[in-house]
């Protein structure tokens, strides 16, 4: 198995370091002997001492917020009815799909439409008269 020769030499200055130059043990440094907290106990006494006026000025008169609102250009908004006719107008190319769609295979849909709905609204108009026919058929018969 070959070595490298960067990891050899880094070994070797690792023991001749621990070897020759560095203690058994290995210890913090003494701290030196003040109190802060002395210090700054009697720095905040000396401060509360003092009178507020020395600390605080308030002579100042404090600037008043100026509010300035301009309107460059008057914005155009549609009216209703112009806003629908913008939404709902077809284009040419759909008004064109929808008469195709309307003769599809030559035949009138919107006529013929309109027919069966009158014809349906007929039925309906002679199922309720039957109705009545049988009701009031119905009571001349009870009544006898």
């Known amino acids: 198995m070959a070595t490298c020769p960067l990891r ?4 070797l200055a690792a ?7 560095i203690p058994a043990r290995i210890e913090a440094a003494p701290q030196q002997e003040n109190h802060p907290a002395a210090d700054s106990v009697s720095r ?21 917020a ?12 549609l009216s209703f009815a112009e806003w629908l006719q913008k939404e709902f107008e077809l284009t040419p190319f759909q008004r064109q799909s ?10 009138d ?16 108009t002679r199922k309720i008269r039957n109705q009545i ?12």
């Open 15 to 21: 023991f001749c370091a621990v070897a020759v130059g």
């Open 133 to 144: 026919a049988r009701e009031l058929a119905q009571l001349e018969k009870n009544r006898k």
């Open 66 to 77: 100026t509010f300035r609102a301009t309107v460059e250009q008057r914005r155009y908004m």
């Open 44 to 64: 905040i006494k000396r401060e509360l001492e003092r009178s507020p006026a020395e600390r605080l000025k308030l002579d100042l008169q404090l600037p008043v």
């Open 8 to 11: 050899t030499a880094c070994v």
């Open 98 to 107: 929808q008469e195709w769609r309307s003769r599809c295979c030559g035949i």
């Open 109 to 124: 849909l919107a006529g013929l439409t309109h027919t069966l709905d009158r014809a349906l609204q007929r039925r309906e």
